[in-house]
């Protein structure tokens, strides 16, 4: 078999949603794959992904004592070269749940230990170019795995997919993996889901989810939540409740009212800003 034709067939064993089995036969990520044909409509993407092979070298075509056919993947390519590859590749590949799924998958398949640490820094690439739609799909595939399963991680995509325009997803997502433990959520994870609701005019969720707060004792350790959350009472024309909230967390508008507003203002993106860095150095 040609170099070309092997190729083809590991590139669209990479792509294709029907991906066939791939084995880990050692610690250099000498992968064997049985090879399957092209599917046309990922034609676009094995070719994108075989030139990108080609060019840096990502794989080794050998055969065994046996005549099996087999792939060195990314034998030559540091971790670094490796994460630029993926990067690369997760931007230039279509935007489909089943071929992004599937170039995980096969990048993954790399590995003999799932690579949460390089994800991670592919995560932070991601995020600094603003591609808010990939992160989504990136974390999405990572808990489809049972990995990431951090509030960091869930906390990035709730960022993410209100970029990405999709607020009432981060709703449903907070929902069904975060609010059932307010008693303990951390406030700066309070705080990033009582600015979406904010930002989205989800003023009832922002209300109920503060009175949740508040029922387990908890107090907002900074003015800006409670001055949202005054706001919120207003815009929802219950004056009295905002009165009653302002009254209450007075102190912080008085007892720290020159110091907080340098502090406060920096703080939540500074906090946001590290939470993210946290849970990227660790589908639509």
Not at 42 to 48: E, F, L, R
Not at 103 to 124: M, T, Y
Not at 195 to 213: A, D, H, I, P, T
Request: proline letters at 3%; aromatic letters at 8%; one cysteine or more.
């Amino acid at each position: 078999m040609s170099r070309p034709n092997a190729m083809n067939k590991l590139l669209g064993q990479i792509s294709q949603l029907g991906m066939g089995r791939a084995l880990i036969l050692n610690s250099s990520y000498n992968t064997m794959v049985q090879a399957q044909p092209a599917n046309q409509r990922n034609a676009g993407v094995i070719a994108s992904l075989e030139d990108r092979c080609s060019n840096q070298g990502v794989c080794q075509y050998d055969k065994d004592a046996g005549g099996m056919h087999k792939y060195q993947i990314g034998v030559n390519l540091s971790r670094k070269d490796k994460i630029e590859f993926l990067v690369n590749t997760l931007l230039d590949i279509k935007d489909s749940k089943e071929a992004v799924y599937g170039v995980l998958d096969a990048w993954v398949a790399w590995e003999e230990n799932f690579p949460i640490a390089s994800l991670k820094r592919v995560l932070s690439v991601l995020e600094k170019e603003q591609q808010w739609h990939r992160i989504v799909q990136v974390i999405k595939w990572m808990l489809s795995k049972g990995q990431g399963t951090t509030l960091n991680t869930y906390g990035q995509l709730i960022r993410a997919l209100e970029k990405d325009h999709r607020a009432e997803e981060a709703e449903m997502f907070w929902a069904k993996r975060i609010s059932v433990d307010l008693h303990s959520v951390p406030w700066n994870l309070c705080r990033l889901m009582i600015s979406v609701y904010y930002r989205n005019n989800m003023l009832e969720n922002l209300v109920k989810l503060f009175k949740g707060l508040e029922a387990f004792g908890r107090k907002p350790p900074e003015k800006s939540i409670a001055q949202r959350v005054a706001d919120a009472y207003e815009i929802l024309g219950l004056l009295q409740e905002k009165e009653k909230v302002l009254e209450k967390y007075s102190y912080l508008f008085t007892e720290t009212s020159r110091e907080c507003p340098k502090k406060s203002g920096k703080a939540p993106s500074k906090r946001i800003k590290r939470t993210g860095k946290l849970s990227l150095m660790h589908p639509s």
